[in-house]
């Protein structure tokens, strides 16, 4: 991964060897205000769609309905227009007409329920009770945390029933690794089960973020992903579910430099001193916080 000093000529190498027309996607999860990174993230999106002629859709990921607001959407819609960005799908009224909307994650269990009966069908869900504890017991007892296909349970063997409370349902992504090459970075790769199988429905009953951005880059027709190096990590598994949903060519994948704190950790929505809008308030112009997120991960400043 380029570090923030080289990210700017990675980003104008990669935009540069892209083809028109292409979608990406802003995808801020509601469970809290927008803050610098996400600022970061939404200046790297609609620079490379603004300078290839492709599209951006803006996807609001609350799949978890304990932690997100739908007062936190509204607020993120009103950043992004403060900050100057607007995506080609769907409006800010098309968010607000209270009505569903196939970009509101909350709205289309149908969509993750289907997807969810094709992975069913291949014979690769199972429901799981291991909880956080049992990993941890697992790993005290062992030394490292668990890794490879499974759970520490043991739970795909079990034949749990699925509707009891508190059942995780986690999907079996098979053996081995999948490759990308990132348009920043280079040739990459994971293995795809590197922490066990990866839940697709969690003990509250959400489907989770691990099978709807797959299900929703594939229903949007998303073809280029582009988020913060956090991510990386989720690459290859969302890459091998895409292709067990059917999904012949993955998207292409750009990962960036995350905007950091003073001590180097990542921003969280908690550092409220970095929210768009706290900022905003202090009089900071739009253009301004723009640069500051752009200087941040190694970008020239630039209108969006
Ligand atoms: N919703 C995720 C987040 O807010 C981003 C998902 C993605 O870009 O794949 O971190």
Redesign the pocket.
């Known amino acids: 991964m380029p570090d923030a000093g080289g990210f700017g000529a990675a980003l104008d190498r990669a935009i540069a060897g892209l083809p028109r027309g292409l979608r990406t996607r802003f995808?801020?999860?509601p469970t809290g205000y927008l803050h610098l990174g996400h600022a970061a993230n939404a200046l790297v999106v609609w620079r490379a769609a603004r300078e290839t002629g492709g599209s951006v859709v803006l996807r609001i990921?609350d799949h978890d309905r304990q932690r997100c607001r739908p007062a936190y959407e509204s607020a993120l819609v009103d950043d992004l227009t403060a900050l100057g960005f607007r995506a080609d799908e769907p409006t800010p009224a098309e968010l607000r007409d209270g009505r569903p909307s196939a970009y509101r994650q909350s709205d289309n269990g149908p969509a993750y329920a289907t997807a969810a009966a094709v992975l069913d069908g291949l014979g690769r869900v199972y429901a799981c009770d291991c909880t956080r504890a049992t990993f941890a017991e697992w790993a005290a007892r062992r030394g490292r945390p668990w890794s490879g296909r499974g759970c520490p349970g043991g739970c795909a063997a079990r034949d749990l029933e699925r509707r009891a409370a508190g059942r995780t349902w986690r999907v079996d992504l098979g053996e081995g690794s999948e490759s990308w090459t990132d348009l920043a970075a280079g040739p990459l790769g994971g293995e795809v089960a590197a922490h066990g199988d990866p839940p697709i429905r969690d003990r509250h009953g959400n489907w989770t973020?691990a099978l709807c951005?797959v299900v929703d880059d594939l229903r949007h027709g998303i073809d280029l992903?582009i988020?913060g190096e956090d991510?990386l990590e989720?690459t290859a598994p969302q890459v091998r579910l895409g292709r067990l949903l059917g999904r012949a060519v993955p998207p292409r994948f750009l990962h960036h430099p995350l905007v950091r704190r003073a001590d180097g950790r990542k921003l969280s929505k908690a550092d409220g001193d970095t929210a768009v809008r706290d900022l905003l308030a202090t009089g900071l112009t739009a253009a301004a916080l723009r640069g500051r997120a752009a200087t941040a991960i190694g970008l020239e400043p630039d209108a969006p």
């Open positions: 995808a801020p999860a990921e973020y951005v992903v988020r991510l989720a």
